[in-house]
């Protein structure tokens, strides 16, 4: 009897003081305004607000270590530099979510940031879709640093990939800057996205009458021993069409270095030459026969002129 009395003065202490102390803590701060235009600022929606970001903070980090846990370090560097961006964002929408709850009228803001938005946007339209090719290149690694790459007729090798911009040097060493958003509108053109193996090839004509056995013999010839040409896949030869002067042929091999290709298969050149002087096989040149005739009315009018 005498434990249930004093059980009962503390359970109405806790249930009553304790709880309107914390009630009265939680509610405490600035109240401007009644009814639906009221304004309530006060201890409990800050520590709300602290608690929101403190969750949100956490989130987005979890978020950002499970999309760049396969990055190397380089890459998860440029990432991180963008999730900036996405984390800010974020903390101005709690912040918006909070000034709403607290009764402050945010339709004005919302109205003016879109507007401002689409303005930004509009302006730098080109801009957000370098960067947003930027992010995806980085995400889901179409290319990478050392890859061979056409665009526009041009080879380079990839050097650096920036958020905007993608640097590449040419087989003539310059440097061609290539904003990101090519990548994803233009056709491109990855030799070693795949492997580092490449197939070549070069043509060559013949005088018809040749002989084709000996073509393909000395085209064989020609590359088997080129410096960076691979023994296997093993090159061959097509014979790929009767052409209008000349027996079209085309040796095919295989190169590890795409970005030497030209050289290579200017040495190879030098070597079909050689080879074709060296066993009498002609390359012959376009010819065509021209017959002249004689205005009518003049002497031999309408015959061909000897």
Known sequence: ?????????????????????????????????????????????????ILVFLATSFFLKWLRNLYTRKMDDEDRLKFFSVFKYVRYLTYVVVILLTMSAAGIDITILITASAALFVGVGL???????????????????????????????????????????????????????????????DVIFNYTQNHRTTREMVRVGVAYGSDVQLVSKLLLLAVQDQRGVLKAPKPFVLFEDF????????????????????????????????????????????????????????????????
Request: proline share 4%; hydrophobic share 45%; no cysteine.
């Open 123 to 185: 302006a730098l339209q080109e801009l957000i879709q370098d960067t947003i090719a930027g992010v995806l290149i980085l995400v889901d690694k179409s290319l990478r640093v050392g890859d061979i790459v056409e665009l526009d007729g041009r080879v380079g090798r990839v050097l650096e990939i920036k958020l905007r911009s993608t640097r590449a040097l040419t087989r003539d060493d310059k440097v061609l800057i290539i904003p990101n958003h090519k990548f994803i509108s």
């Open 243 to 306: 052409g209008d002067s000349a027996l079209l042929f085309s040796v095919h091999f295989f190169i590890t270095d795409v970005f030497a290709d030209p050289r290579t298969k200017s040495a190879i050149r030098f070597k079909i030459d050689a080879l074709f002087r060296e066993h009498g096989v002609t390359i012959p040149f376009p010819q065509r026969d021209v017959h002249l005739y004689a205005a009518p009315g003049q002497a031999g009018g309408g015959k061909p002129v000897e």
């Open 1 to 49: 009897m005498m434990m249930q009395q004093s059980v009962k003065p503390v359970k109405e202490f806790v249930e009553k003081d304790l709880w309107t102390a914390f009630t009265e803590f939680w509610n405490f701060g600035l109240h401007m305004g009644k009814g639906e235009d009221s304004i309530d600022i006060t201890v409990g929606l800050l520590i709300t607000l």
